[in-house]
Nanobody, 120 residues
């Protein structure tokens, strides 16, 4: 079992930055694929970014603006969000899986989510 707790969400103006963190429990954190998904009101949950064994993957809509990273010594996942746009407004979820997690169906564990709101 892996428990995930996100933090760092909030309200920011367009063009601003935020850093999300996800604290994970468990002794096998380093072996899990980790990622971020988001869900806007009335929309399906969508992939944002993932990281696994040093390889990263991003949704086209966030490439060049959002950066995923992890600190295995601290059991923590991060998402640095720069040049934020109003369309980035959503609840952001931390996710973990035993294999690649390119879509929600592949995720084994979810965090509770943290709200990110970008004002225009």
């Amino acid at each position: 079992q892996v428990q995930l707790v996100e933090s760092g969400g909030g309200l920011v103006q367009a063009g601003g930055s935020l850093r999300l963190s996800c604290a994970a429990s468990g002794r096998t954190f380093s072996s899990y694929a980790m990622g971020w998904f988001r869900q806007a009101p009335g929309k399906e949950r969508e992939f944002v970014a993932s990281i696994w064994w040093g390889f990263t993957s991003y949704a086209d809509s966030v490439k060049g603006r959002l950066t995923i990273s992890r600190d295995n010594a601290k059991n923590t996942l991060y998402l640095q969000m720069n040049s934020l746009k109003p369309e980035d407004t959503a609840v952001y979820y931390c996710a973990a899986g035993g294999g690649a997690i390119p879509r929600p169906a592949k995720v084994d564990f979810w965090g509770q989510g943290t709200q990110v709101t970008v004002s225009s």
